[in-house]
C-alpha cells in the first residue's frame, strides 16, 4: 500500500519581540531618568558589529514635526520588532532662543494680525538600549533649519511660534559611530 508524502514543514519566521510605548522607553515628558524603560526587554542586545537598527522619538512633541528623520537602511526590517537602539528627542529648556524670522502665507496671516515668528532653538538627544533601557549616550544638537523650512507648508491654525530643527544629515553624522560601529 503507497504511503502519502509527508507534507513539507514551512518554517515560520520569526516574530518580532514585544516592544513598549516610545513616550515611557524615552523617561516621559518632561525627561525622568527614573521612569525609563526598556523599549524592547526580549529583543537583540546591543552589541558586536553594526548595523544597530535605531528608532526615533520625539515625547512630548507636535505630531507634525518631520525632521530630523533617521535613514532608511537604519530602520529596523520588521517595524520596531527588532530595534537596538532608541533616540530620544527633546527641547533643551535651558536654552533661550532668539527670533529668526516669520512665517509667511498667502493672504496674510492665517489668523489674527501677524505670521507665526521663527525661534532657534538646541535638542538634547538620549540614545538608549531597547533591550535594558541603559542610556549609550547624550548630546545636543541646535536647530538649522530655515525659517521656510520651519513653517509648516499649510496650516488652518498654526501655533503662534515654531522653532528651528535640527537637520537629518546633523543628527545621522552625530549617530552614525553608535548605529554602523562596533559596539560594546
Not at 6 to 19: C, G, Q, S, V
Not at 30 to 44: H, I, K, L, M, R
Not at 149 to 159: G, I, L, N, Q
Not at 164 to 180: T, Y
Request: with cysteine; proline share 15%; hydrophobic share 25%.
Amino acid at each position: 500500500m503507497p504511503t502519502s508524502p509527508k507534507p513539507r514543514e514551512i518554517p515560520t519566521p520569526p516574530r518580532p519581540p514585544e516592544t513598549r510605548d516610545g513616550y515611557d522607553a524615552c523617561g516621559g515628558d518632561p525627561f525622568d531618568a527614573g521612569a525609563v524603560v526598556a523599549y524592547s526587554p526580549d529583543g537583540p542586545a546591543w552589541s558586536g558589529p553594526g548595523p544597530h537598527p535605531a528608532v526615533l522619538f520625539r515625547p512630548g512633541s507636535i505630531p507634525e514635526v518631520e525632521v530630523p528623520q533617521l535613514p532608511q537602511e537604519w530602520s529596523p526590517s520588521v517595524p520596531y520588532g527588532f530595534t537596538q537602539l532608541v533616540v530620544c528627542e527633546y527641547s533643551d529648556d535651558e536654552f533661550e532662543g532668539e527670533k529668526v524670522g516669520d512665517c509667511s502665507y498667502l493672504g496674510g496671516a492665517p489668523y489674527g494680525d501677524r505670521d507665526p515668528e521663527v525661534f532657534s532653538e538646541r535638542y538634547i538627544y538620549r540614545v538608549f538600549e531597547a533591550k535594558t533601557g541603559e542610556l549609550v549616550a547624550e548630546f545636543s544638537l541646535d536647530g538649522t533649519t530655515s525659517v521656510d523650512e520651519s513653517c509648516p507648508e499649510t496650516s488652518y491654525a498654526p501655533p503662534s511660534t515654531y522653532w528651528q530643527r535640527v537637520e537629518s544629515d546633523a543628527l545621522e553624522e552625530e549617530l552614525r559611530p553608535l548605529v554602523e560601529g562596533n559596539a560594546p
